[in-house]
């Protein structure tokens, strides 16, 4: 029981990949309900929800019985200004048949409250644009510090630049993806936004729908029972004339005699006390969900005028760029919408602004921005080149083709090889081979009268060198190795 507690609390945490306005339907109307169904739960089961009077022929065991008994099978409301009860065959329209079903109906209206966020939860994951994703589990302080410290670096390996460039990744990828909705709407690159819009649609189906659940199950003639119980309290008209929630009920039970097992009819009355908590939950509850519902009406339209509204999409891209103060040229901003954020992009940023403030998120829009303008000048070049290419421009030499783009031509078999494109090579012409510089080699000894005459017994001055013993012709004997020591053949 306990471990299953501690998980439900752990859902109701806000997850903060969302706005406000969800927040507080799944979060802090779950909270609420939580709080209501331990307080009636634990009057209604565990202490005296209802307490009947008896005559002085019933003893203590038949009291709590008939207790018992009347909370399990309905009680039936008759307003003090009648004179007497209703018929037998009457007394059916008259019956309560709600407030035992309190603790179990407001565990129902929980769960109601967590389905959109599960949906949301369940198919959002796939699109990887989830501000957890992107921005990771830091504390909001801790991603402040950090994008501060890095202002003024160039930094390519910054959080933000990170996730500016995983985002850009995804998207593409995305576009490429065939994604449907509930299996029937395409959306390719709008997958996480159709996602977020349905679930704020849930969110006000919901609302609207519990407001008439429970118009219906507290049986009220009233269209609207919150205005309705508002103006019996304004105009002093109490539960005692208008029957809502009453205090005081009648119960019908059947004993049989003790002597002659004849069936006996008996009709009690009764203090249903749970009576007085519910009216103050439900007035609580109508108000809310009626707010709530008017909130996520408003919240809906609002996220479909900045989703699909151009000038609403500009708007807040220059509002980011101005708060990070990057100069931009405004003329690029559609392009820069269309072709780099697109729309589960600038939908992302949204949220990451709503929970991560706009220092974050105004980080992220300047480094996409910076290698959107990269990226195009990229491609201004090579289109450029291209188109130079094309209309056969030498004048500057590609410097990814120093061929310009084709092969040169060979020479042909026997050709001159000296010069092979010499136009109309008339074919077999007899090969002149390149001369090629012969190696630097030992000076050897040879006569020559080069040089002036130098001191008596050396040779003339200016002349190459002689040396008498060395003969380049010798061979020489290889060195033999033998133990430890060299030792030269002898032939």
Request: hydrophobic residues 40%; aromatic residues 12%; charged residues 20%.
């Amino acid at each position: 029981m306990l471990p299953a507690i501690e998980k439900l609390v752990k859902n109701l945490k806000p997850k903060y990949d969302d706005d406000v306005i969800d927040r507080l339907n799944y979060a802090y109307t779950s909270a609420l309900f939580v709080l209501l169904i331990l307080v009636i739960g634990t009057k209604q089961y565990v202490g005296e929800p209802l307490q009947c009077w008896m005559s002085a022929e019933f003893k203590n065991n038949w009291e709590k019985y008939v207790e018992n008994y009347c909370f399990v099978e309905n009680t039936y409301f008759v307003s003090f200004d009648d004179d007497k009860l209703p018929t037998l065959q009457d007394r059916e329209r008259y019956e309560l048949k709600y407030y035992q079903w309190v603790p179990i109906l407001l565990i129902l209206q929980l769960l109601l409250f967590l389905a959109p966020k599960t949906f949301w939860g369940a198919v959002s994951w796939k699109t990887g644009l989830s501000v957890k994703s992107l921005i990771g589990n830091q504390s909001h302080a801790d991603r402040q510090q950090k994008i501060l410290t890095n202002k003024n670096k160039n930094e390519d390996q910054s959080p933000s630049k990170l996730a500016a460039r995983q985002m850009r990744e995804i998207t593409r990828f995305n576009s490429r993806s065939k994604n449907r909705v509930l299996g029937c709407i395409t959306a390719n690159n709008s997958y996480f936004t159709t996602v977020y819009l349905v679930y704020k649609f849930l969110n006000c189906v919901n609302t609207f729908g519990q407001l008439w659940m429970m118009n219906s199950f507290l049986n009220t003639q009233y269209t609207f029972w919150g205005i309705g119980i508002l103006k019996d309290l304004i105009y002093e008209r109490d539960w005692r004339s208008s029957g809502q929630f009453p205090r005081v009920t009648f119960c019908d039970f059947m004993r049989r005699d003790d002597t002659s097992s004849r069936p006996m009819n008996f009709t009690v009355q009764c203090v249903l006390m749970i009576n007085m908590f519910n009216e103050k939950l439900y007035i609580i509850l109508w108000f809310w969900f009626s707010a709530l519902t008017i909130l996520n009406i408003l919240n809906l339209i609002y996220w479909l005028f900045t989703t699909f509204i151009e000038s609403w999409k500009i708007y807040f891209i220059q509002a980011q760029l101005n708060f990070a103060d990057i100069k931009y040229d405004n003329s690029m901003i559609p392009y820069f919408l269309e072709k780099w954020i697109t729309m589960d992009g600038l939908t992302a940023l949204r949220l990451i602004s709503a929970n991560c403030g706009d220092l974050q998120s105004s980080d992220i829009v300047a480094a996409m921005l910076h290698d959107c303008i990269k990226d195009e000048e990229k491609q201004e070049i090579q289109r450029t080149l291209d188109k130079k290419a094309k209309n056969g421009d030498d004048s500057n030499a590609n410097l990814l083709d120093p061929f310009g783009g084709a092969a040169p031509e060979l020479p042909k078999k026997g050709s001159n090889l000296h010069d092979p494109f010499i136009p109309g090579n008339p074919g077999t012409q007899k090969v002149y081979p390149i001369p090629q510089p012969q190696p630097p080699h030992a000076p050897m000894e040879e006569e020559s009268n080069v040089g002036r005459p130098g001191p008596p017994g050396m040779p003339r001055m200016g002349a190459p060198p002689v040396y008498p013993n060395l003969n380049p012709y010798e061979e020489i004997r290889p060195i033999i190795k033998k133990g430890h020591e060299d030792v030269a053949s002898v032939d």
